[in-house]
Nanobody, 117 residues
Framework: QVRLVESGGGLVQAGGSLRLSCVASGWIINVNRMGWYRQPPGKQRELVAVISSGGTTNYADSVKGRFTISRDNAKNTVSLQMNSLKPEDTAVYYC???????????WGQGTQVTVSS
């Protein structure tokens, strides 16, 4: 099992910044991809950004140029720096870890990000 604990959500005004962090523990030796997803109110969960164990990143078009994902393999953490936040970024943000060997995904409990206009 892989346990993920997120931190860093909150309320911010449009144009502001927040940084989300996620610490992974448990059987993490085979975790390949880590990332962040979000679920806006009344909508489905969507990809925000992911990063491979080698550092390759992929972003949703809506956050490119504003959000930056990073990973510290030594500390088993993945972070999301969010700048120039918009009201449409309001969502519950979930940390994700993916194990390719067993094709399994693990999720954190989620952290609320609210951007006021």
């Amino acid at each position: 099992q892989v346990r993920l604990v997120e931190s860093g959500g909150g309320l911010v005004q449009a144009g502001g910044s927040l940084r989300l962090s996620c610490v992974a523990s448990g059987w993490i030796i085979n975790v390949n991809r880590m990332g962040w997803y979000r679920q806006p109110p009344g909508k489905q969960r969507e990809l925000v950004a992911v990063i491979s164990s080698g550092g390759t990143t992929n972003y949703a078009d809506s956050v490119k140029g504003r959000f930056t994902i990073s990973r510290d393999n030594a500390k088993n953490t993945v972070s999301l720096q969010m700048n120039s936040l918009k009201p449409e970024d309001t969502a519950v943000y979930y940390c994700n870890a993916h194990r390719e060997d067993i094709s399994n995904d693990y999720w954190g409990q989620g952290t609320q990000v609210t951007v006021s206009s």
